[in-house]
């Protein structure tokens, strides 16, 4: 049976095809290759990471990065500065401005990753956490009188007309989104690679559009979640959105290729080549972070008299910006020594000392060159 396409776009697609596909939708050699090509270069990230004495140190750093690249796509902007700033001072709730919900991207990959671990597999609730959390709604999946459309974006011609209409109706997106959660659950009923697995159940949630706000950074924390939950990475620390913003045309011209067409294979085939992009990126800036930090510890054995080089060296790792209050808080120094040591660096050209409202913040060079590239 032909799958069934979305032929109106001002209609709810309320005849949204349930889940698993039809197999000759996605079954081709080349698709097949692309597939091994994104297997290989996961792979070797997940045992680049694995080789890490301390992996927090890269963790904090990526997902922030991930967490700025995917609220971008939603044209929620924040420079570097700003985004630094912000998570150094540990308050998410009383910022405001883009930084804020950028960390609230970022608290939800790791409240979903804790959410998921052991035994617990995806379901409803996983889904809501994940849009409360970065919506800071306190809602669930939207009623069936909210009146959700998709309207294009841009200044073309086209611009603010309506693309897209989701599911709409009393029941029918919690039904849905039920058949979703089985699908990507159950793994003995619908053997199927998880890469693939996770490429048609990204373009399902986007399509069933379950929360009035929220849905594509809640789509892409889940692709990340899917990825460590099959046991393909230990940690959430794929890039996979720095991929989408730079491709953003591509992304939602697979996505609307689906509804319309049911080009499944291109979705696909832009999805696996995401993350053997981003895995490849990941590695090299996983390789760069661990060779500057080996760098900055041995310039400060050798050339300085710091006691616990290790640990100061660690922090500094841990995000761009380093603070006194950061290293006083860990009980790796007393304060007056934390600021002397930092001072010392700074000096040193290791780090920028920066003056900023009221506090001062060492500036990571390294990490922050490495991360901004």
Do not use: C
């Not at 109706?169 to 003995?188: A, M, P, S």
């Amino acid at each position: 049976m032909p799958y069934r396409i979305n032929s109106d776009r001002n209609i709810p697609w309320n005849n949204l095809p349930d889940l698993p596909l039809e197999k000759e939708l996605y079954e081709d050699v080349a698709l097949y290759a692309e597939l091994g090509n994104a297997k290989a270069a996961l792979g070797r990230l997940q045992g680049r990471s694995i080789a890490i004495p301390n992996q927090g140190l890269l963790i904090n750093s990526i997902s922030l990065q991930e967490a700025k690249a995917s609220s971008a796509i939603e044209d929620i902007f924040t420079t570097d500065d700003e985004l630094y700033q912000a998570y150094s001072e540990e308050q998410v709730k009383q910022l405001t401005g883009p930084a804020k919900e950028i960390l609230f991207y970022r608290e939800a990959l790791w409240e979903g990753y804790n959410y998921l671990k052991d035994e617990q597999l995806f379901d409803e609730n996983y889904f809501v956490k994940m849009y409360r959390t970065v919506s800071q709604f306190n809602d669930g999946i939207r009623t069936p009188i909210a009146q959700i459309v998709i309207k294009e974006g841009g200044s073309g011609p086209n611009a603010g007309k309506v693309s897209y209409t989701p599911p709409r109706g009393k029941g029918i997106i919690e039904t849905k989104l039920d058949n979703l959660i089985n699908f990507i659950n159950d793994d003995k009923t619908y053997p199927i690679d998880p890469l693939i697995k996770m490429a048609i159940g990204h373009f399902q949630f986007e399509a069933i559009h379950p929360f009035r706000d929220g849905n594509g950074r809640t789509g892409r924390i889940f692709n990340i979640h899917y990825l460590t939950k099959k046991g393909l990475l230990d940690y959430p620390i794929l890039f996979l959105s720095r991929y989408i913003m730079d491709n953003k045309e591509e992304y939602y011209a697979g996505l609307a290729g689906v509804t319309q067409r049911g080009s499944w294979k291109a979705w696909i085939s832009y999805m696996l080549k995401a993350v053997e992009a981003t895995a490849n990126m990941t590695y090299d800036k996983i390789n760069d972070i661990i060779a500057a930090k080996d760098a900055i510890l041995k310039a400060i054995t050798e050339d300085t008299d710091i006691a616990r080089p290790e640990s100061l060296v660690n922090a500094m790792f841990t995000q761009p910006y380093t603070r006194v209050k950061h290293l006083t808080g860990a009980g790796i120094y007393a304060e007056n020594t934390a600021r002397k040591y930092l001072d010392q660096l700074a000096g040193m050209g290791i780090l920028e000392k920066r003056a900023i409202s009221k506090g001062n913040y060492y500036l990571n060079l390294e990490l922050y060159r490495i991360l901004s590239e």
